[in-house]
């Protein structure tokens, strides 16, 4: 864990030590949640790399991959 600060325009840096052991990149998407009085981020998977993870688990896929990566694309909040 490390301490950061937040600049006026709402941005926080990520320690360079935590960017390197989740393989963060520059431009990266990440998931903000926030969770009771904490905010926590999460790496977003590439829709390739989801759909990816897809095969095998799912064995008579009824919506095709570019369906798919269409709907992961979209923004999604949770509630």
């Known amino acids: ?3 950061t600060s937040l600049d006026k325009r709402g941005r926080v840096v990520i ?3 935590l960017r ?3 393989g963060l990149n520059p431009d990266q998407n990440v998931i903000v949640e926030l969770r ?3 905010i926590v981020l999460k790496p977003a ?3 390739e790399k989801f ?3 897809l095969k095998g688990c799912v064995h ?3 919506i095709k991959s570019m369906e798919l990566k269409k709907i ?3 923004p999604h909040v949770n509630h």
Do not use: A, D, R, Y
């Open 1 to 3: 864990m490390g301490l």
């Open 15 to 17: 320690p360079k030590e």
């Open 51 to 53: 759909i990816e993870e």
């Open 60 to 62: 008579s896929l009824q």
């Open 45 to 47: 998977l590439k829709v």
């Open 36 to 38: 009771g009085n904490e």
């Open 72 to 74: 992961w694309s979209t």
């Open 20 to 22: 390197e052991k989740l």
